[in-house]
C-alpha cells in the first residue's frame, strides 16, 4: 500500500488515480470533521469539495515535509473558517444539531450511531440510544475550543503536536484544553439518571 506522500506524488506526476485513493483513505474522517464542524451536510459536502480541489488546482501546496493528513485537516479548518465567513456567522461552529442523527445514509455517523450496535436486541437499542443522546449531551456542555480539540485527536487521529500546529497555539494549550474535554466528558458520563 502506497503512503500518502508517494500517492501525492503519484498524482503530481498525473496518475488521477491517486487522488482517488487519497480521497478514499480520508473522506470519512475529513467529511465527518466538517459535518461537526458545520452542522450541515449541505456546507460539509461544499466545504469537502473545496479541499479537494485545492490539491487539485494547486498539487504544490502540499509541502511533503509535513504529513498529508495534518496538511489535509489544516486546509479543511480554514475552509471551514472561510466558510462562515462568507456566511457571516459561526453560531454553526461545531453544532450538534444535525449530526447525531444525519438525515441520509450517506452521512457521517455522529455519536448517536457509532453507539449504536449493527444488530442490538430491543433492550441493547434503548441503552444504546440512551448512552448516545449522553455522550451528544456531554458534547454540548464542552467549549468550542474544547470540542474542536476534542475531534481532531478522536475523529481526525492527528497528535497533539499536530493539532497544536493545525490551530497555530501551544502544545500545552492543546493538552489544557484535551484534559479538561476528557475530565469534563466523563463527570457527564459517570452522572446517574434523575
Given at each position: 500500500m502506497l503512503t500518502d506522500q508517494e500517492l501525492v506524488a503519484a498524482?503530481?506526476?498525473?496518475?488521477?488515480?491517486?487522488?482517488?485513493?487519497?480521497?478514499?483513505?480520508?473522506?470519512?474522517?475529513?467529511?465527518?470533521?466538517?459535518?461537526?464542524?458545520?452542522?450541515?451536510?449541505?456546507?460539509?459536502?461544499?466545504?469537502?469539495?473545496?479541499?479537494?480541489?485545492?490539491?487539485?488546482?494547486?498539487?504544490?501546496?502540499?509541502?511533503?515535509?509535513?504529513?498529508?493528513?495534518?496538511?489535509?485537516?489544516?486546509?479543511?479548518?480554514?475552509?471551514?473558517?472561510?466558510?462562515?465567513?462568507?456566511?457571516?456567522?459561526?453560531?454553526?461552529?461545531?453544532?450538534?444539531?444535525?449530526?447525531?442523527?444525519?438525515a441520509d445514509d450517506d452521512a457521517a455517523p455522529g455519536p448517536l450511531e457509532t453507539a449504536v450496535s449493527p444488530e442490538p436486541g430491543p433492550h441493547e437499542t434503548l441503552e444504546n440510544k440512551a448512552l448516545g443522546e449522553k455522550i451528544s449531551a456531554a458534547l454540548e456542555r464542552l467549549s468550542p475550543e474544547q470540542r474542536e480539540v476534542f475531534y481532531l485527536r478522536h475523529y481526525s487521529e492527528l497528535s497533539f503536536k499536530e493539532i497544536a500546529e493545525l490551530l497555530g497555539l501551544p502544545i500545552g494549550t492543546v493538552l489544557a484544553r484535551m484534559s479538561r474535554a476528557a475530565a469534563l466528558l466523563r463527570k457527564e458520563l459517570e452522572k446517574k439518571p434523575q
Amino acid at each position: 500500500m502506497l503512503t500518502d506522500q508517494e500517492l501525492v506524488a503519484a498524482f503530481k506526476g498525473g496518475d488521477a488515480e491517486a487522488l482517488g485513493a487519497l480521497m478514499e483513505r480520508h473522506k470519512a474522517a475529513v467529511y465527518g470533521y466538517l459535518l461537526r464542524l458545520t452542522g450541515r451536510p449541505d456546507a460539509a459536502d461544499d466545504i469537502f469539495q473545496e479541499v479537494w480541489l485545492k490539491l487539485v488546482r494547486r498539487p504544490g501546496a502540499y509541502g511533503e515535509r509535513e504529513k498529508f493528513s495534518a496538511w489535509l485537516f489544516t486546509v479543511a479548518r480554514n475552509a471551514a473558517m472561510d466558510h462562515f465567513r462568507r456566511e457571516g456567522s459561526r453560531s454553526a461552529l461545531f453544532s450538534q444539531e444535525g449530526v447525531a442523527a444525519p438525515a441520509d445514509d450517506d452521512a457521517a455517523p455522529g455519536p448517536l450511531e457509532t453507539a449504536v450496535s449493527p444488530e442490538p436486541g430491543p433492550h441493547e437499542t434503548l441503552e444504546n440510544k440512551a448512552l448516545g443522546e449522553k455522550i451528544s449531551a456531554a458534547l454540548e456542555r464542552l467549549s468550542p475550543e474544547q470540542r474542536e480539540v476534542f475531534y481532531l485527536r478522536h475523529y481526525s487521529e492527528l497528535s497533539f503536536k499536530e493539532i497544536a500546529e493545525l490551530l497555530g497555539l501551544p502544545i500545552g494549550t492543546v493538552l489544557a484544553r484535551m484534559s479538561r474535554a476528557a475530565a469534563l466528558l466523563r463527570k457527564e458520563l459517570e452522572k446517574k439518571p434523575q
